[in-house]
T-cell receptor
Framework: KAGVTQTPRYLIKTRGQQVTLSCSPISGHRSVSWYQQTPGQGLQFLFEYFSETQRNKGNFPGRFSGRQFSNSRSEMNVSTLELGDSALYLC????????????FGPGTRLTVL | DQQVKQNSPSLSVQEGRISILNCDYTNSMFDYFLWYKKYPAEGPTFLISISSIKDKNEDGRFTVFLNKSAKHLSLHIVPSQPGDSAVYFCAAPFTSGANNLFFGTGTRLTVIP
């Protein structure tokens, strides 16, 4: 069974630009969550999508948004990039709830110059 | 607000000995806890979990203990192996049953051969 895939793996952008990251969950998984990992703040929850609906949202500004498609693939978008957005963005998929194991992808390393 | 805390950023243990990783939490509403381990350039991998109705859960060499009155959990690895060298995160869903995990800042375990 294929794991969670994230594209691209690495990305370099400049301040003010926008970026879209993609996540393909494990087949059959309907929940996709996104996390931001930085050296200073650790792993922080961004949002979770389940059956194309945002089910939970973390404490991030509105510049961070996401969506989920009918095949459970998910994208997250960051607009008006800031230097502090440089981070590893991780996507995780699971069947439904927190008691179902979340499987993480390898992440997308975003660098904002 | 760091609701899940790992106060030891690093731990070194001899191969064959016990590794004990600690985690404290502040939110008494948390009812489920998970441990993940992370190797460089990979996403976190689920290790073991525990529900708040239990005080111990065991899976092979890994045992998690939960002390609800102290709001403390610990992960024991016995015996420790060099392949266990990784960063370990404890986590808890902010909302019961949801996939919005609060992660600790991680403890880097080094198992010395």
């Amino acid at each position: 069974k294929a794991g969670v895939t994230q594209t691209p793996r690495y990305l370099i952008k400049t301040r003010g630009q926008q970026v879209t990251l993609s996540c393909s969950p494990i087949s059959g998984h309907r929940s996709v969550s996104w996390y931001q990992q930085t050296p200073g703040q650790g792993l922080q929850f961004l949002f979770e999508y389940f059956s194309e609906t945002q089910r939970n949202k973390g404490n991030f500004p509105g510049r961070f948004s996401g969506r989920q498609f009918s095949n459970s693939r998910s994208e997250m978008n960051v607009s008006t990039l800031e230097l502090g957005d440089s981070a590893l963005y991780l996507c995780a998929s699971s069947l439904r709830t927190s008691t179902d194991t979340q499987y993480f992808g390898p992440g997308t390393r975003l660098t904002v110059l | 607000d760091q609701q899940v805390k790992q106060n030891s950023p690093s731990l070194s243990v001899q191969e064959g000995r016990i590794s004990i990783l600690n985690c404290d939490y502040t939110n008494s509403m948390f009812d489920y806890f998970l441990w993940y381990k992370k190797y460089p350039a990979e996403g976190p991998t689920f290790l073991i979990s525990i529900s708040s109705i239990k005080d111990k859960n065991e899976d092979g060499r890994f045992t998690v203990f939960l002390n609800k009155s102290a709001k403390h959990l610990s992960l024991h690895i016995v015996p420790s192996q060099p392949g266990d060298s990784a960063v370990y995160f404890c986590a808890a869903p902010f909302t019961s049953g949801a996939n919005n995990l609060f992660f600790g800042t991680g403890t880097r375990l080094t198992v010395i051969p």
